[in-house]
């Protein structure tokens, strides 16, 4: 069975902001040092951190039951604001997924204001349909999480420069 789930977040920001983070090889350490409730670390494997190709491993705190993962980016799109990152071994896919996958969309609203657009994609046995969702909500909220940190620094950025 296929499950997908969207969830959109209004930022404060410019998209063009938003998108120089969320694309940027620093996003990694941004997410660690933004959710250091959840993420242990983030690291590079293969790539620069910012391209097609790129490979991380990830690694969760003790606690959440989801075993260290690896995932790649396998789609990257300026133009669009549009990121995809598939899990390709380890986490979910340990767990019964046969297939995982996020993206992240940044669409403009208006001069200083955009949402973050967060897909989650897993594919899983029925068998195995009602185990895996009861974690699920640890990367939903991660999504949202890391928008609120990504639209604070900005903000926070932002009124530092203007003084």
């Given at each position: 069975?296929?499950?997908?789930?969207?969830?959109?977040?209004?930022?404060?920001?410019?998209?063009?902001?938003?998108?120089?983070?969320?694309?940027?090889?620093?996003?990694?350490?941004?997410?660690v040092?933004?959710l250091?409730?959840?993420?242990?670390s983030?690291?590079?494997?293969?790539?620069?951190?910012?391209?097609?190709?790129?490979?991380?491993?990830?690694?969760?705190?003790?606690?959440?039951?989801?075993?260290?993962?690896?995932?790649?980016?396998?789609?990257?799109?300026?133009?669009?604001?549009?990121?995809?990152?598939?899990?390709?071994?380890?986490?979910?896919?340990?767990?019964?997924?046969?297939?995982?996958?996020?993206s992240?969309?940044?669409?403009?609203?208006?001069?200083?204001?955009?949402?973050?657009?967060?897909?989650?994609?897993?594919?899983?046995?029925?068998?195995?349909?009602?185990?895996?969702?009861?974690?699920?909500?640890?990367?939903?909220?991660?999504?949202?999480?890391?928008?609120?940190?990504?639209?604070?620094?900005?903000?926070?950025?932002?009124?530092?420069?203007?003084?």
């Open positions: 069975m296929r499950y997908e789930f969207i969830n959109e977040f209004e930022v404060k920001a410019s998209s063009d902001d938003v998108w120089a983070i969320y694309s940027s090889s620093n996003l990694r350490t941004s997410a040092q933004l250091p409730s959840i993420l242990k983030k690291d590079i494997l293969e790539g620069d951190g910012c391209s097609v190709g790129t490979i991380f491993r990830v690694v969760l705190l003790p606690g959440y039951n989801i075993p260290m993962y690896k995932e790649k980016i396998v789609n990257m799109d300026h133009q669009k604001r549009f990121k995809e990152i598939q899990t390709i071994e380890g986490g979910y896919l340990e767990m019964g997924c046969t297939f995982c996958m996020l992240f969309e940044i669409l403009a609203k208006e001069t200083n204001s955009c949402v973050i657009k967060t897909v989650t994609k897993y594919e899983i046995n029925d068998d195995l349909a009602t185990s895996v969702p009861n974690n699920l909500h640890i990367v939903l909220n991660a999504c949202v999480d890391l928008a609120r940190g990504v639209s604070k620094h900005i903000t926070e950025k932002n009124a530092s420069a203007d003084n």
